[in-house]
């Protein structure tokens, strides 16, 4: 029940494509959901993050879509570079306001080519 | 957002020496920090919550008297890896909320490679 299930594991896009990565989740109690993104030989990257009040949030060129009665959420990339050629990481985590654990999905790479 | 640094960046170690690693939050303070493991092209894997002023919390699996945590403040906190073996070989990354806002951010990492 804790596990975020993340797909695809790896994905390759042209530029300019949009990717769209998904992730499920079982645990209703989650209720803050971030998105990741790390560079090899590099921490994680907060991108973006949503909680279930909402079903949409954009920051820049980067798209949160949440499904919470699906409990499904999704992160899409508009004008794909290939700068964003990374591995992206969704997670989920419970009890808003508090220093909670994180869990993580298990990755997607993603290139974008020219 | 909020930084969150480790030191060192890289370290190489001869089996059977222990290596400390600090974990700072320089813009905010963090009772809870938290220490992850990856392993190459895998997701990060919990190790254990480091709670400012208490004991550390250590998921199922990792041995709490080799992986050594300390919080001894509100902006540092340490993962000494003792008696290190090759198998301890990997790429270890703290993290800390910033409860205002609601955010996790991670370190840069460290590298251990243990010959």
């Known amino acids: 029940q804790q596990q975020v299930k993340q797909s695809p594991q790896s994905l390759i896009v042209q530029k300019g494509g949009i990717p769209i990565i998904n992730c499920a989740y079982e645990n209703t109690a989650f209720d803050y959901f971030p998105w990741y993104q790390q560079f090899p030989g590099k921490g994680p990257a907060l991108l973006i993050a949503?909680?279930?009040?909402?079903s949409e949030k954009k920051e820049g060129r980067f798209t949160i879509s949440f499904n919470k009665s699906a409990k499904q959420f999704s992160l899409h990339i508009m004008d794909s570079q290939p700068g964003d050629s990374a591995t992206y990481f969704c997670a989920a985590a419970g009890a808003t306001g508090t220093a909670s654990k994180l869990t993580f999905g298990t990755g997607t790479r993603l290139q974008v080519t020219l | 957002g909020a930084v969150v640094s480790q030191h060192p960046s890289w370290v190489i170690c001869k089996s059977g020496t222990s290596v400390k690693i600090e974990c700072r939050s320089l813009d905010f303070q963090a009772t809870t920090m938290f220490w992850y493991r990856q392993f190459p092209k895998q997701s990060l894997m919990l190790m254990a919550t480091s709670n400012e002023g208490s004991k550390a919390t250590y998921e199922q699996g990792v041995e709490k008297d080799k992986f050594l945590i300390n919080h001894a403040s509100l902006t540092l906190s340490t993962l000494t890896v003792t008696s290190a073996h090759p198998e301890d070989s990997s790429f270890y990354i703290c993290?800390?909320?910033?409860?205002?806002?609601?955010?996790?951010?991670f370190g840069p990492g460290t590298r251990l490679t243990v010959t």
């Open positions: 949503i909680r279930p009040d909402v």
């Open positions: 993290s800390a909320w910033d409860l205002e806002p609601y955010e996790q951010y």
